[in-house]
């Protein structure tokens, strides 16, 4: 059973904007989705209109297999959102809080009261739940947020990135919190700009460029797809020694190199797997005599890796995708001109798929 059903969803901003481009998704019941991409590419927009708070310019949404507008506040009853960065109440306790969020959601006070107390053990509330809100860090509000979220026991749970700005340990237990959250009864809908956050607890991952859904898969194929090996390394040493025998390792059009300061970020474009890279990059530090203070591997984000893969498919001529961006926003421009603002975009939808025709 889908949960999520979207078809050639377009959205255009008050700003004539396009921030949804034409999108076909499906998220079936009781899977964890990644939504991924950069910042601005439309994961906030696809959000707030599943939850029925923008309207689409064009296309058709249903959620639960009914459609979805802003006036169905019987389906938004059934979902729970966690914003990005969520603006709460800070003169109230994380307790009036909770017993606020189980009243808006109409649960009876016993009910609630029951629930808040299972849910400040399941999301790790260490403060306690009489600690004003304004005397909270950035990782206590999230779990407070995610659990005003969770009140209602929603079927369906939007996460708009909410490891944003969290140290390392604490993104961490926000993923390992989503993996016991998910569950055959419960669908997860989990943002993020961070697609190595997404691997470890998303089976499948939609990525948005621009408000185009430019890949929806397998988060395994995703990888695959992307073909990234991300290592940083801090040395201690000659650095610039260094940094040209990192140069020579590989192929200049299959690794990327930045540095700063002491460290360097080292991407593997190419068909090697890390344990090669991992040797080449000991072999060069003990050429030149430099010593390896940190290694990290797999920390770097792979959507600028499959976006990198997908602009240089675009110079070779495999992909069309720029194009059909360009003819997309040229069509809905002048629907919108025209005083159709929500209307045809059977033309661009139409280029599209000649395009993509074109570049198989």
């Given amino acids: 059973m889908h949960v999520v059903r979207a078809t050639e969803l377009t959205s255009i901003t008050t700003e004539d904007a396009l921030a949804l481009s034409a999108l076909d998704l499906t998220i079936e019941k009781g899977s964890v989705f ?61 307790k009036r809080f ?152 590989e192929e200049p059009d299959a690794i990327r190199i930045e540095r700063t300061g002491v460290e360097f970020a080292i991407t593997g474009l190419g068909p090697r797997g890390p344990a090669d890279y991992l040797r080449a990059i000991v072999e060069a530090a003990d050429r030149t005599g430099v010593e390896l203070v940190r290694v990290d591997v797999g920390g770097r984000d792979l959507t600028d890796a499959y976006l990198a893969r997908l602009d240089a498919d675009r110079r070779d001529g495999s992909l069309r995708t720029s194009a059909w961006a360009s003819q997309a926003r040229d069509t809905l421009e002048d629907g919108a001109e025209n005083g159709r603002p929500s209307g045809n975009v059977d033309r661009a939808v139409e280029a599209r798929r000649d395009l993509a025709e074109a570049g198989d």
């Fill in 98 to 249: 909770l017993e606020f969020s189980g009243e808006l959601a109409g649960l009876p006070r016993r009910i609630a009261r029951r629930r808040l107390a299972r849910l400040v053990d399941t999301v790790g509330l260490s403060t306690g739940v009489y600690t004003r809100i304004s005397d909270l860090d950035a990782a206590e509000r999230t779990r407070v947020a995610t659990a005003a979220a969770l009140m209602n026991d929603p079927e369906l749970l939007l996460l708009d990135a909410p490891t944003n700005d969290l140290p390392p340990t604490e993104a961490q237990a926000m993923i390992d919190l989503i993996r016991e959250l998910a569950g055959p009864d419960r669908t997860i809908i989990f943002a993020s700009r961070r697609l190595d956050e997404l691997e470890r607890v998303c089976t499948d991952i939609g990525v948005l460029s621009a408000g185009r859904m430019i890949y929806l898969g397998p988060a395994d194929e995703l990888r695959e797809l992307a073909r990234q090996t991300s290592i940083s390394v801090e040395v201690d040493g000659h650095l610039a020694a260094f940094e040209r025998a990192l140069a020579g390792i």
């Fill in 34 to 94: 990644g939504l991924a991409g950069p910042a601005n590419a439309g994961k906030t927009t696809l959000l707030r209109t599943i939850l029925g708070l923008v309207a689409p310019t064009d296309g058709t949404l249903l959620v639960f297999g009914e459609p979805m507008h802003p006036r169905r506040s019987d389906l938004r009853r059934r979902l729970g959102y966690v914003a990005t960065r969520a603006a709460l109440p800070s003169h109230l306790t994380v």
